[in-house]
């Protein structure tokens, strides 16, 4: 019953907050978020910089082993020169 009901909620059903959701994500999307983690504890959706602190230090990595000086790297990265050959020394000392 509750799922039959689910999959005739609209947008207009919902309040403000769980409406800004649905248009970003869609209402069948919201409706499988519902699904999945309704009535849980708040989710948590870090920041897109924090998420993607890995990747960056991963590829900062891999451009200095091919060869890209730690200076361009800073200027591409928007990092100080510093910051990136102590971050390149922990990484390539793991």
């Known amino acids: 019953m509750i799922n039959d ?6 947008q207009e059903d919902l309040s403000e907050s769980q409406r800004e959701i649905a248009e970003v994500t ?3 999307m919201y409706r499988k978020l519902i699904r999945e983690f309704g009535g ?4 948590y959706f870090p920041n897109a ?8 230090n991963r590829i900062i990595k891999q451009e200095f082993l091919d060869g890209v000086s730690p200076r361009k790297l800073a200027a591409k990265y928007s990092l ?3 910051y ?8 390539t000392n793991q």
Do not use: W
């Not at 849980?40 to 989710?43: A, C, E, F, L, V």
């Not at 910089?49 to 960056?56: G, Y």
């Open 5 to 10: 009901l689910l999959e005739l909620l609209e």
């Open 26 to 28: 869609g209402m069948e």
């Open 80 to 82: 100080s020169e510093q």
């Open 49 to 56: 910089e924090s998420v993607t602190l890995s990747a960056r």
């Open 40 to 43: 849980s504890d708040p989710i």
């Open 84 to 91: 990136v050959r102590t971050l390149i020394k922990q990484l």
